[in-house]
């Protein structure tokens, strides 16, 4: 793996919402205080139930939704609250976006080459030629033919739909591809295939992926680090294999244990969460896991989350049960 391409500072990012009977906006915790690195050549992964943050902490890395604090470090720039949309905008040609749902993120009234080259055409290119030529170099690569490049996206099915998606992330030679759950809207049939399709194509363009999933399994064949997220902090994270060997948060635990095991002799416990998460607007300053949490002790109901320990190189977890 190369250099340190993406860091993120502290990184939180907060929504008002109702003001209560003060007239005080309260607030709603999305991201809070995270911290990650990515590096050039890897896939890094980001895991956690619904709602966690995975995919608001992407989008503030996009700039999609703004920064409340902290700071992102990217491509020789650093990104804060204060950053000006020119500058916001010199970094986003860095970056490219593979959706979730390829249903609802093509327009059906483009043809496919106008889709694959419509960053381009938002970056100012004009000369269709060019576009179209563009368009061309890219759809047999993802597994489309040339003679696609006119159909309309409503003639493809989920997965062939994905892939002309992947080509619209590839055709500004974008360095970090940002996936956002690329595989869950589709048929269970062409998951693998596009996740492959996916691996072939960073050996050969040296892609970076920030690849976000609730799929644990998917997550270890394929991610090199990877983060835990609960409502909005990152509880676990480091090297994905290590994790994997030794899971060093309850809530990465429990996580774990809902992956089906291949060997039937090896057995592994289930473990249930009980109670509800907690809100996250105006959350106290304590672990967000603690009322759901297994091992959780008086001392994690009162005490605010500690700071990461360090559990060996390349893992890191924060949780008071690793100081004791």
Sequence with gaps: ???VILKTNDLTVDFKVRKNIFGKADRLSAVQNVNIEIKKGEIYGLVGESGCGKT????????????TSGSIEC?????????????WKDVRRHMQTVFQDPYSSLNTRFKVWEIISEPLYIAGERNEKLLRDR?????????????????YVFE????????????????SDAELIICDEPTSALDVSVHSQICNLL???????ELTYLFISHNLSLIKHITDHMAVMYLGEVMECGATEKIFENPACPYTEALMSAILEVNPKKKRERIILSGEAR???NPPDLCRFANRCPKACEFCQTSPL???AKLSEDHMARCHLNYK
Excluded at 75 to 87: L, V
């Design 1 to 3: 793996m190369g250099e």
């Design 56 to 67: 608001t902490l992407a989008n503030a890395i996009l700039g999609f939704v703004p920064i």
């Design 75 to 87: 491509f020789g720039h650093t990104i804060n609250a204060k950053t000006k949309a020119s500058e």
């Design 135 to 151: 368009a061309a170099s890219l759809v047999e690569k993802v597994g489309l033919s040339l003679a696609d490049l006119d159909r």
């Design 156 to 171: 493809f099915s989920g997965g062939q739909r994905q892939r002309i998606a992947i080509a619209r992330a590839l055709i």
């Design 199 to 205: 691996l072939d194509l960073r050996e050969e363009f």
């Design 279 to 281: 809100s996250p607007i």
């Design 306 to 308: 500690p700071p990461f």
